[in-house]
């Protein structure tokens, strides 16, 4: 099926620095959402963003809807060692046929204390 | 608040053999979808039901199927099982109200063997 294109698809950062992902995508979504999922869970919602050129930010992390409306970014700021996880973007189509979701293929984040 | 439900947690089957997931929304919640994350594919939608129909459906084989109840709780069944369908199954909930936001399960891990 359809995946997002998810970039980088791992990191292996020191504690305290910053960290940048992001997603594009071929399709147009309205919404786009930023999950992570830990070893054995199911994804956790991050973020959440509803509106083109949308910027949201949740504590340490910021993310924005692009205005093209086909990409998405994610940024950790002052990363810590709970940060490790896999974290995925995912795009929304929100109209009458329902929900669906289409993810990307993750970006694993280690976190060097 | 209760977060979404899944049970069981985790099982093994047999190839041939099918097998039922079931899943509680979060109360309210009337929109339920199931996704299959594997290592190879990642995360992948099935199908999502609303008000006991089905309203979309992936590109999965008709061994795929799931119903929703008038409580809006929700099995998913595999017939015939095979090697491949070793994989994390994940259900998710939504709410119109709150802008769609989908919210994942834990996840049932089914091993094939």
């Known amino acids: 099926g359809q995946q997002l294109n998810q970039s980088p698809q791992s990191m292996f950062i020191q504690e305290g620095e910053d960290v940048s992902m992001n997603c594009t995508s071929s399709s147009i979504f309205n919404t786009w959402l930023w999950y992570k999922q830990e070893p054995g869970e199911g994804p956790v919602l991050l973020i959440a963003?509803?509106?083109?050129?949308e910027l949201t930010s949740n504590g340490r992390l910021t993310a924005q809807f692009g205005i093209t409306r086909k990409d998405s970014f994610l940024n950790i700021s002052a990363s810590i060692p709970s940060d490790v996880g896999i974290y995925f973007c995912a795009g929304q189509l929100r109209n009458n046929a329902g929900n669906m979701l289409t993810f990307g293929g993750g970006t694993r984040l280690m976190v060097k204390p | 608040k209760a977060g979404v439900t899944q049970t069981p947690r985790y099982l093994i089957k047999t190839r041939g053999q099918q097998v039922t997931l079931s899943c509680s929304p979060i109360s309210g919640h009337r929109s339920v979808s199931w996704y299959q994350q594997t290592p190879g594919q990642g995360l992948q939608f099935l199908f999502e039901y609303f008000s006991e129909t089905q309203r979309n459906k992936g590109n999965f084989p008709g061994r795929f199927s799931g119903r929703q109840f008038s409580n809006s709780r929700s099995e998913m069944n595999v017939s015939t099982l095979e090697l491949g369908d070793s994989a994390l199954y994940l259900c998710?909930?939504?709410?119109?109200?709150?802008?769609?936001?989908?919210?994942f399960g834990e996840g049932s891990w089914l091993t094939v063997v």
């Open positions: 963003l509803y509106k083109a050129g």
């Open positions: 998710a909930s939504s709410h119109p109200g709150v802008g769609n936001t989908i919210y």
